[in-house]
């Protein structure tokens, strides 16, 4: 129930191309949908966010669609550049009860030139 | 930017060893944690820091592994007796409101530890 399942597990995509990575949960109560993204040898840094009461937010070419319905989430990365290359984790949290982000098991995206 | 600084980059140690990691949080943050990576998996959560307390710990945070902040700038992690299966990398991280609420955490770098 405290788990994020994320697929692919990688993905190769064309300079240009939409970068798409997918979340599923199975806890209602999460109410805190961040993406993270980690370079090689770096921490993870936080891309974008959302919460469950909108269906989507947009910064810049990266956008996440949350359907609730489903429980399913996914980060579209559009005009996919060499320089997105890197693994991009999906997190959850309970907002008013916990203080832990649960993470996705990653994607690891290479965007071509 | 500020960030989180966290040392040693990395640490070979024995097994049975203690080990002590490392990390000076943003300055104005008030929420500490420490997440870990075994390589090639997620990130795990394993403890959060408030108000010189523990907030929350996870299953993985057993009684080999305490936390500390010693004065007002640093906060480590150590492990009494490490085995193997801790070698991962260890991050810390911190935010100025309750993480999980929404509000930003930001990771250091990590601290890669083998234990051989």
């Known amino acids: 129930q405290q788990q994020v399942k994320q697929s692919p597990q990688s993905l190769i995509v064309q300079k240009g191309g939409i970068s798409i990575i997918n979340c599923a949960y199975e806890?209602?109560?999460?109410?805190?949908f961040p993406w993270y993204q980690q370079f090689p040898g770096k921490g993870p840094a936080l891309l974008i966010a959302?919460?469950?009461?909108?269906s989507e937010k947009k910064e810049g070419r990266f956008t996440i669609s949350f359907n609730k319905s489903a429980k399913q989430f996914s980060l579209h990365i559009m005009d996919s550049q060499p320089g997105d290359s890197a693994t991009y984790f999906c997190?959850?949290?309970?907002?008013?009860?916990?203080?832990?982000?649960?993470f996705g098991s990653g994607t690891r995206l290479l965007v071509r030139p | 930017e500020p960030e989180v600084t966290q040392t040693p980059s990395h640490q070979v140690t024995q097994m049975g060893q203690e080990v002590i990691l490392r990390c000076v949080p943003i300055?104005?943050?008030?929420?500490f944690y420490w997440y870990r990576q075994i390589l090639g998996q997620k990130v795990e959560f394993l403890v959060s820091?408030?108000?010189?307390?523990?907030?929350?710990k996870s299953e993985i945070f057993d009684d080999q592994f305490s936390v500390e902040r010693p004065d007002g700038s640093n906060f480590t992690l150590k492990i009494r007796s490490t085995k193997l299966e801790d070698s991962a990398m260890y991050f810390c991280?911190?935010?100025?409101?309750?993480?999980?609420?929404?509000?930003?955490?930001?990771f250091g770098e990590g601290s890669w530890l083998t234990v051989v």
């Open positions: 820091f408030y108000n010189n307390e523990i907030s929350e």
């Open positions: 997190a959850a949290s309970l907002m008013d009860s916990s203080y832990k982000l649960i």
């Open positions: 959302i919460r469950p009461d909108v």
């Open positions: 300055s104005n943050h008030l929420y």
């Open positions: 991280a911190s935010s100025l409101y309750r993480g999980g609420s929404g509000n930003t955490i930001y």
């Open positions: 806890n209602t109560a999460f109410d805190y």
